[in-house]
């Protein structure tokens, strides 16, 4: 654990004033007069019920979670970091060097103070636990010491989670650090794969799946709510379980058997393994009848693709092939 020194509360407000970031005393940015914007600025972002005004991009940032990470990478920000943290997979070699280039604070989620004494003027987060209200990393504590925060917008829809809010996701942190381009140049190649995997399932018939995250009482499963669903639905599938009215839930073994998925899609993260998981499923007795258990039909991502970032359009490419190997190459 890093050591336990003084709140450095003081020591942040005056660097939020020399970075001319937000202000401290509740995140109220500095007078016009005392700190003049930077080209494009002010920016005012609303995110998951906090507001903040960026008067120019920050320049030391910390990211949390893989997807938040890969985003702030692939837009090149990596020289606008001090700090990341707490990786679900290897990060994707393309960013592996810029990767290499900024400190990695701790394996998992640092503690408040540890964050403190990187003195970033901005945390993105990719999962609500990043700001744990209980660990002492909530939002109103980042701003209370003058620290603007980002939640990828995953964690809080206000409507479906799809493409569209992929691409919102990267657009935001552009504009938040005066990169608007990048984001452009980022999401074309993205879309670009979206737009093959599209034309190459042209007419095929959707596969009907069930999504197996983990659990042994009952399994956790991709709902309606999430990405997940939408790279299903892109990747020639059919998620058993769209009518689940939240981003992952618990669903019975009994009613994943009533509803017969013909493929078993396996989340792949954490201290379980595919084969581990794999042979669970295959000697469960409620699931024997299963079309996708009888065939040992299975399909896997890793749960780093699964969530809004940069990966999803590879992840619908690479379960398309899964699904539909002859359609997709």
């Not at 009533?258 to 595919?274: C, M």
Request: charged letters at 25%; a negative charge; one cysteine or more.
């Amino acid at each position: 654990m890093p050591r336990n020194h003084p709140h450095p509360k003081a020591v942040l407000c005056a660097l939020a004033v020399v970075l001319l970031t937000s202000g401290c005393g509740g995140g109220a940015a500095p007078s016009a007069a005392a700190s003049p914007d930077a080209a494009g600025f002010p920016v005012t972002v609303e995110n998951c019920g906090v507001t903040a005004t960026y008067r120019r991009p920050p320049q030391r940032a910390v990211s949390l979670n893989q997807h938040a990470t890969e985003v702030m990478l692939s837009l090149g920000l990596e020289k606008s970091m001090v700090g990341t943290g707490y990786l679900d997979d290897k990060v994707l070699p393309e960013y592996q060097a810029a990767y290499d280039s900024v400190k990695v604070l701790s394996k998992e989620y640092p503690s408040f103070e540890a964050l403190l004494e990187a003195e970033p003027d901005f945390v993105y987060g990719g999962w609500t636990s990043t700001f744990d209200e209980k660990e002492g990393r909530s939002r109103a504590a980042f701003t209370k010491a003058g620290i603007n925060t980002r939640l990828n917008t995953e964690e809080c829809p206000t409507g479906p989670v799809d493409v569209a809010a992929m691409d919102e996701e990267i657009r935001t942190v552009a504009r938040i650090f005066g990169v608007p381009e990048r984001a452009e140049e980022r999401l074309g190649k993205l879309h670009a794969t979206l737009d093959k995997v599209e034309s190459q399932l042209n007419g095929v018939a959707p596969v009907r799946l069930f999504v197996y995250d983990s659990g042994d009482k009952t399994a956790f499963t991709a709902g309606g709510k999430g990405i997940g669903n939408e790279m299903i639905r892109r990747a020639g599938g059919v998620n058993l379980f769209a009518d689940l009215d939240k981003a992952f839930g618990d669903v019975s073994f009994e009613q994943v058997a009533q509803r017969a998925p013909e493929v078993v899609v396996i989340y792949d993260y954490g201290d379980q393994s595919v084969e581990d998981k794999k042979k669970f499923l295959l000697a469960h007795p409620a699931l024997k009848d299963v079309p996708a258990i009888r065939n040992q039909r299975f399909a896997v991502l890793p749960l780093s693709s699964t969530v809004v970032g940069v990966r999803v359009p590879a992840a619908v490419e690479s379960l398309a092939r899964q699904l539909h190997p002859g359609r997709v190459q």
